[in-house]
């Protein structure tokens, strides 16, 4: 099985800064995109930022300048580095990896998902 652990959440100020990690851990073969999203208190789960295997990222409109995702291919890795954080980024923060081979299924790419890690960020 394909486990994804996040971690790097907390408490930070306005205007502070952390960095998330996930591990992608298993018999994988192959990742296709990872990704972050949240999904704050009340609301639905929105999509951060991705990065495919090529390298290219996309971001949500409300981070775009202030986030950063990037990847290490080889430790199946993702990272998501936040700068001038906003109260209204507060959220649990998901990680997913998307088209996921591995020995038992080495054909058929799946989908997996994280348990989060919470982001807080204070005024």
């Known amino acids: 099985q394909v486990q994804l652990v996040e971690s790097g959440g907390g408490l930070v100020q306005a205007g502070g800064s952390l960095r998330l990690s996930c591990v992608a851990s298993g018999s994988i073969i192959s990742i296709n995109a990872m990704g972050w999203y949240r999904q704050a208190l009340g609301k639905q789960r929105e999509l951060v930022a991705i990065?495919?295997?090529?390298?290219?990222?996309n971001y949500a409109d409300s981070v775009k300048g202030r986030f950063t995702i990037s990847r290490d291919y080889a430790r199946n890795t993702v990272y998501l580095q936040m700068s001038s954080l906003k109260p209204e980024d507060t959220a649990e923060y998901y990680c997913?990896?998307?088209?996921?081979?591995?020995?038992?299924?080495?054909?058929?790419?799946?989908?997996?998902w994280g348990k989060g890690t919470l982001v807080t960020v204070s005024s």
């Open positions: 990065i495919a295997r090529g390298g290219r990222t």
């Open positions: 997913n990896a998307d088209g996921v081979t591995t020995m038992t299924s080495p054909f058929r790419g799946m989908d997996y």
